[in-house]
DNA sequence: GTGTTCACG
DNA sequence: ACGTACGTGAACACG
């Protein structure tokens, strides 16, 4: 195995981290931003590289810079800032506690220093990774030494790697011309002066032709731009002077001395007590929880033997906790089951002589039915395990989940790193984008060790996570709703729901003819072809050649939304085309097309749900999604007529009636708002005739079309401009509409008052059932996104609460259709509805159950109401 | 990979 | 003056 360096240019990463991480002091007023990030840095390089050796380099004399000694071409930078000059001492007490190899010398640039390490270490067959803010540094890079840039991006640090293909893919020409292009073009931060009327592009170009500062002299007369070749001529000893300037030395005076660069424990005492000075709190508390890998590594065991297994086996059915971690193969066939204990001891079982997949599987399904698993994804898992009681599992991604839902994704390795402050290796670092059961058959004991890691992290989460779920009040939201759900939508995947092929395509087919006619008549109304899809050549026909009104409204050009192209329908007759043109793409593509590539066996699709995605705590659907199949539209509706179901069966679809208003009620306690649902079910008419003081009877459509729109934008958090956008009227006339319906529910205004307070005060928001949603947003200091987390601080508790809800009534339903042994099941969910795939002689049953259970799913203020409808396609039960 | 658009609740 | 309704996922164009 090939041995790997990191080397780092100690001031431009504190440099880069002083002006990149906000301004901090500890208490006796040291400031310490610069060193917070650098060690940032420093860990995320070591955990992504796990390198053998490690080695910063300072200049001598902090702060001296590139070339100061040539003095006319001083004065171009600033002075180093007094905050960050104080803190370059301390990095290096920092550095040195830790056992951290630095170098300097009188005399020697850091870069020339990093230069030469880089180069030698390169030559004795080493991989080196060259760690810098300064783009200088490129001209280092080869196929063996990496050099790498971080970046901070919004609190996050990015670095960006460059081996030589990168420069050249980057900046037109290899590391090496990058000298002889930093030459010619200057670098004022650097105070090379390159040549004048010599710019990037120019540089560019004449090195990408000559290749070098020499080469382009012994060919000056072949420059063709009078301007430049006469500044070139003029400058030639310019041009020399920048090269040498810009040129790092490789063949410098220094070693690379491989003891004191050799990694070991970072995490000694004395690192520990700077720190603590410094009041790293976040980096003190990876100090205490730090485990070595070694001494974690010690406590893996590989099982290859029966006497072993049935050992292990035995002992996880007793154990307080059992990590489980399954790794399968394309073919969702066991490869290996991976178990880890809660001191620590892990074991990987491979699937291997004695120990067939029956025999593994036959064993993990007792354990399921006994032991106490941990694990991650535990929906993944279920053709392995016993479904009917999740009580003794616990999933560490669905604890993250809850107790932190905006994250994109969640991993074992967050998880590990946030709440052990554990380290692991990420599967890419490791092994690229291979699968693990592919790159078990190549890598083995890589695969192992990983495994286990992962394995061992979720054992060792999971009393942490439990006594953060606790803590922050949502133990029960985990246990009653969260865990049994998996169950639920684990069933529903695996049985999918049927449709009819023909049909389907016979819907598209219709679609295309219809599709290819509007073509050829906007091209004629057009006056050319284009690609109608493309919103920047829409946006230049309509706004350019046809001159239609209406200006740029997004960041790349014109939008052609559909708002924005109805408004234009007057104008021209083709936009009407153009828009029913969209309509029909739109459902041709996503779901005649779509759809048809998910249709497995028994013409059955079975989607994927999500129960990790939404801020809220709905559930989200992909692959493909089912919550989107069109409704409102009549054509698009049609394409429900597809989904039936399977034969003896019918359709019975539930949904809730408005029921995030019915939550809204309760939450709110608003005493109209309860008496209006006690009295009558329209709830939108009332609203009407409260709002605009008309008697009930004498509401108009209108109003009630405007109490509905008011109605929806409270839920949403409501804005004066978001109302009038949706209602196409005047500010005022919305900020009215929202004043008389406050005036009318009083205890609204004051509930959603309250939740922007609590979300101010406590950084987020809670549903009836505990729920967290944080709110960052609301401390931003800029209007739009504090006004966004007010709307958020709104409508998550309403939203939330009724996901919540729908998820009690989806594990009740589930329960009871098993319970009473029915064949009947619940195939689907949209947020507000459910849908049973119902045995015919089963159809009054599963209504029963479906109103006993959605209705009873919560003891609302007001009563939650359902519209159930039965049918033979999904068109026709809705 | 990002932005735009549009389907749903 | 700012430029938004809340929550999603998929297709497509484009850099």
Excluded at 468 to 473: A, D, P, S, V, W
Aim: charged share 30%; net charge negative.
């Amino acid at each position: 195995m090939m041995e790997k360096l990191v080397l780092i240019d100690g001031h431009s990463i504190l440099n880069r981290a002083f002006y990149g991480v906000p301004d901090l002091t500890n208490s006796s007023g040291l400031h310490t931003n610069a060193i917070y990030g650098f060690l940032n840095i420093l860990f995320k390089i070591l955990e992504e590289e796990k390198p053998d050796y490690l080695t910063v380099a300072f200049d001598v004399h902090a702060p001296t810079f590139r070339h100061e000694i040539y003095k006319e071409y001083k004065g171009t930078r600033k002075p180093m800032p007094e905050e960050l000059r104080e803190q370059v001492p301390v990095m290096k007490e920092v550095l040195s506690a830790m056992g951290i190899a630095t170098v300097e010398k009188t005399g020697l640039e850091a870069d020339d220093i990093l230069g030469t390490l880089a180069k030698k270490s390169e030559k004795q067959g080493m991989a080196v990774s060259l760690v810098s803010g300064d783009r200088d540094l490129l001209q280092i890079a080869t196929d063996g030494i990496k050099v790498r840039i971080p970046k901070t991006k919004g609190g996050k640090t990015e670095i960006e790697d460059y081996y030589t293909s990168d420069v050249v893919a980057r900046y037109q020409v290899t590391p090496t011309e990058f000298i002889d292009l930093k030459a010619l073009m200057g670098d004022t931060a650097d105070n090379i002066p390159g040549v004048p009327k010599v710019g990037e592009k120019t540089a560019t170009e004449l090195i990408r032709t000559y290749h070098s500062v020499e080469n382009l002299y012994d060919h000056i007369d072949e420059i063709t731009k009078k301007a430049v070749k006469e500044s070139l001529i003029n400058n030639r000893k310019l041009a020399d002077l920048s090269k040498d300037l810009a040129t790092i030395r490789t063949d410098s005076d220094v070693e690379l001395d491989k003891d004191k660069a050799r990694i070991h424990n970072f995490y000694t005492e004395d690192a520990y007590k700077i720190l603590k000075k410094l009041e790293f709190k976040n980096l003190l508390s990876r100090f205490e929880k730090r485990v070595s890998h070694d001494e974690i590594t010690e406590k893996f065991h590989t099982v290859t033997d029966l006497a072993e297994a049935e050992n292990l086996f035995e002992k996880a059915g007793k154990e307080e906790a059992t990590g489980l971690y399954l790794l399968l193969d394309e073919k969702r066939s066991l490869l290996a089951v991976c178990l880890s204990f809660p001191d620590g001891e892990t074991f990987f079982c491979r699937r291997e002589g004695f120990l067939t997949e029956d025999y593994l599987a036959d064993k993990l399904r007792k354990l399921s039915e006994t032991g106490k698993i941990v694990c991650a994804n535990i929906k993944e898992y279920y053709d392995f395990l016993q479904t009917d009681n999740t009580d003794h599992y616990f999933d560490i991604i669905l604890a993250a989940y809850l107790l932190n839902p905006l994250k994109n994704d969640y991993t074992i390795q967050d998880v590990a790193n946030e709440h052990l402050g554990l380290m692991l290796q990420e599967k890419t670092e490791m092994f690229g984008k291979k699968s693990l059961s592919a790159a078990y058959a190549e890598m083995e004991e890589e695969v192992i060790s990983y495994i286990s890691f992962l394995v061992y992290a979720c054992v060792k989460a999971a009393p942490v996570l439990k006594k953060k779920l606790e803590e922050t009040g949502m133990d029960r939201l985990m246990k009653e709703i969260e865990m049994p759900l998996t169950c639920v939508l684990y069933d529903m995947e695996k049985e999918g729901i049927r449709v009819n092929p023909e049909k389907l395509k016979a819907y598209g087919d219709t679609l295309a003819g219809r599709i290819k006619e509007l073509e050829q008549e906007i091209y004629r109304k057009a006056g050319c072809e284009f690609n109608i899809n493309s919103p920047k050549q829409l946006g230049e026909i309509l706004f350019e050649r046809m001159k239609l009104p209406g200006g740029k409204k997004t960041k790349t050009g014109y939008s052609t939304a559909a708002d924005v192209l109805e408004k234009l329908s007057g104008e021209a007759p083709v936009v009407a085309d153009i828009l029913e043109y969209r309509g029909l793409t739109k459902l041709k593509s996503t779901y005649a097309d779509g759809l048809a590539v998910y249709i497995g066996e028994e013409d059955r699709i079975h989607s994927t749900f999500n129960q990790t995605i939404t801020a809220t705590g709905r559930i989200s659907s992909t692959e493909p999604n089912l919550q989107n199949i069109p409704m409102r539209m009549e054509l698009g509706r049609q394409i429900r007529k597809v989904f039936i179901p399977r034969d003896g069966y019918l359709f019975t679809d539930a949904d809730y009636s408005q029921i995030e208003l019915r939550v809204l009620a309760h939450m709110s306690g608003d005493k109209q708002l309860i008496e209006a649902y006690r009295t009558d079910a329209d709830i939108h008419r009332i609203t009407a005739s409260k709002v605009f003081h008309t008697p009930f009877e004498e509401v108009t459509d209108l109003q009630r079309r405007n109490a509905k729109a008011v109605n929806f934008g409270i839920v949403y958090g409501i804005s004066s401009f978001g109302l009038s956008q949706d209602l196409s009227i005047s500010r005022k006339e919305a900020t009215e509409y929202i004043e008389q319906y406050f005036a009318t529910y009083p205890g609204i205004k004051a509930f959603l008052d309250g939740a922007v307070a609590h979300a101010k005060e406590n950084g987020y928001v809670t549903t009836m059932y505990g729920r967290r949603r944080p709110v960052p947003e609301l401390s931003s200091s800029n209007f739009m996104q504090r006004s966004f987390g007010e709307r958020v601080a709104m409508n998550s508790p309403i939203q939330g609460t009724a996901a919540d809800i729908i998820k009690i009534a989806m594990i009740r339903v589930h329960q009871r259709l098993k319970d009473e042994k029915l064949s009947s099941k619940l195939i689907l969910q949209v947020h507000d509805e459910l849908l049973i795939e119902t045995k015919e002689e089963e159809k009054d049953k599963v209504r029963e159950i479906l109103e006993e259970e959605m209705k009873g799913a919560a003891k609302l203020a007001v009563e939650l109401e359902i519209d159930l409808h039965t049918g033979y396609d999904w068109y026709e039960a809705k």
